[in-house]
């Protein structure tokens, strides 16, 4: 058991640096890339956070209670992304710095995404073989949107190459080390669930109020706008698969 979630905390590692990969190389239609990341982002949150955090949470929260849990990650986020923008203008008057600022907040809550992506894996494969391989398949389904939406936050917020491959590389490791996390610890249902609709807040609050916005500004085509849709239905679409 221990080696086959090894092997596909592997997989997860290969699959977020090739989107990473495809994201620097079409770095110049990044509007399009930046619409595909919104909709997958805000799918991940709608179609597989969600559901996972109320799916493992029923049994201990009512249904409001998490959307609450949800509502307080993206708020807590806001805050967070606004807190950065504030420190920023107080501190440097520096818009670059700002930018870059909110780019590696992102991208370190896509790694910590990914870590729990890990998590949940090595956790999945603890409840039986076949629930660790369907949560499996949707972690590296979405793994590879993962590594194209961090290496466009950190596009999108003016970073360089080399930190996006930086961000890349942490991302990518996340998962394994998620996964390797599990051989040493048990996390309750109760508390994954909170964590899980914690994360959809984050995420909604990243690809509605960063990501659309900026894939739409300045390239306000159709083709952006479908670029968005299909990200969302890919991973609408891939973790219902998944869950076959």
Known sequence: MTATILL???????????????????KDKLHLILGLSA????????????????GLGSLYHSIPTMLAFVAAGFLFFM???????LHSHNHTHDH???ATSRGKLGALSLSIHSF????????????SPKVGLIVAT???VHDFSDGINTVNL??????EGNEARKWLLVDALAPVVGAIS????ALPESVLSVVLAIFAGFFLYIGASDLLPESFHGHPTRWTTAATIIGAAIIFVAVRLAGI
């Open 96 to 98: 670059e710095h700002e």
């Open 138 to 140: 949707a972690v590296l």
């Open 39 to 54: 909709g997958a982002v805000i799918g991940v949150a709608f179609a597989d956070l969600m559901p996972e955090a109320l």
């Open 154 to 159: 950190i596009f999108k917020n003016r970073g």
């Open 116 to 127: 729990l992506d890990g998590a949940a894996i090595g956790l999945a494969f603890q409840v």
């Open 8 to 26: 596909i905390s592997l997989c997860a590692f290969g699959a977020t640096l090739l989107g990473g990969f495809v994201a620097i190389h079409l």
């Open 182 to 185: 599990t051989l040493f610890f």
């Open 79 to 85: 805050v967070l992304d606004r807190s950065v923008i």
